[in-house]
């Protein structure tokens, strides 16, 4: 029997739902503290300014992506025959990525549908818990040692539930 | 490069992108509301003095917080001079980047129940565990 693709079987609820709900909050809070709703409302349209621009980006890198490897490449370097190059890439990957992990999601979900393994995008998430620019100010509160233990078990903890994913996920590749 | 594969491969990311936009800017919105509506303040009331309670009241607060990781660290350096184990701070600065329930919905949405909530759950765990290996190991380097 043919495998359902994981993009035909993504969950109906969504924003549909979500954002008249979040707009009935707004109305509401708006009601009883309407300066601190109009702060909120400031911040979020500040965050859309700041991400929309690196969205456009992601878009047009995923179609540079796609196009200079073919589904099979993918495969190669993040699929199940990936290895310790396609963990080492996971890794350094979620240690260097910046911004939001919303512009992330997208193109994980976008490198998902061409076979990159669970595995690899729960490394990649957990390893965005490195924040490289805010060492300096992490070693200045919580002390060098500190910092460097810190990052070390991220890096093993980030393995181990990948491997613990790879585990659920054989057999069962799609939700 | 093939451009037509470009084309398609954009135009693809671009519809994935216009079909979740309401879920991403409801996500955006509700963390405008907890930014502003949410102090650090009341995250720190939070806290009871008890180590164990305290580690896995970190872990949910932090996993229920956002903003940059810089203000965790904040947090954190006041909740330690306020006598805080450094479990619970531990614990709270690594959910604080690692879980994300007010992003849970969007996740949901690209990745499915599945794997939104077995990643969910390890993060948890793992923060939970983590926070301890690291400040076990920090108690043997001194």
């Excluded at chain 1, 739902?17 to 979020?44: G, H, M």
């Amino acid at each position: 029997m043919k495998k359902a693709s994981r993009k035909n079987r993504k969950p109906k609820i969504g924003g549909k739902i979500l954002f008249p709900v979040v707009i009935i909050i707004y109305l509401l809070l708006y009601n009883s503290a309407p300066e601190k709703t109009l702060e909120a409302l400031n911040k979020s349209l500040s965050i859309i300014t700041h991400l929309l621009p690196i969205f456009v980006a992601v878009i047009v890198i995923m179609g540079l992506i796609t196009a200079l490897l073919q589904v099979k490449n993918f495969a190669g370097l993040l699929g199940k025959q990936s290895g310790i190059k396609g963990w080492s890439i996971g890794i350094i990957g979620g240690i260097l990525s910046h911004g939001s992990s919303l512009i992330w999601y997208q193109m994980l979900a976008d490198l998902r549908e061409h076979d990159v393994r669970d595995s690899l995008i729960v490394t990649f998430l957990y390893t965005r818990a490195i924040k490289l620019p805010w060492l300096p100010l992490m070693i200045s509160y919580f002390g060098f040692t500190f910092t460097v233990l810190l990052t070390v078990y991220i890096i093993f903890g980030a393995i181990i539930q990948g491997i613990i994913m790879d585990k659920i996920s054989s057999g069962k590749q799609y939700d | 490069m093939d451009q037509q594969a470009f084309i398609q491969a954009f135009f693809k990311s671009l519809k994935g992108f216009l079909f979740n936009l309401p879920l991403l800017l409801s996500v955006i919105l509700l963390t405008g509301l907890f930014e502003v509506f949410i102090t650090p303040k009341m995250l720190s009331s939070l806290f009871s003095g008890n180590t164990f309670l305290d580690t896995l009241t970190g872990t949910i607060v932090g996993g229920a917080s956002v903003g940059q990781p810089f203000v965790s660290y904040l947090i954190g350096g006041e909740l330690l001079d306020d006598g805080m184990s450094f479990y619970a701070v531990t614990a709270f600065i690594l959910s604080w980047v690692t879980l994300g329930i007010v992003q849970l919905p969007y996740e949901y949405r690209l990745f499915g129940a599945r794997f939104t909530l077995t990643r969910n759950l390890l993060a948890f765990i793992f923060a939970l565990l983590i926070a301890i290996t690291t400040v076990q190991s920090l108690v043997w380097f001194k």
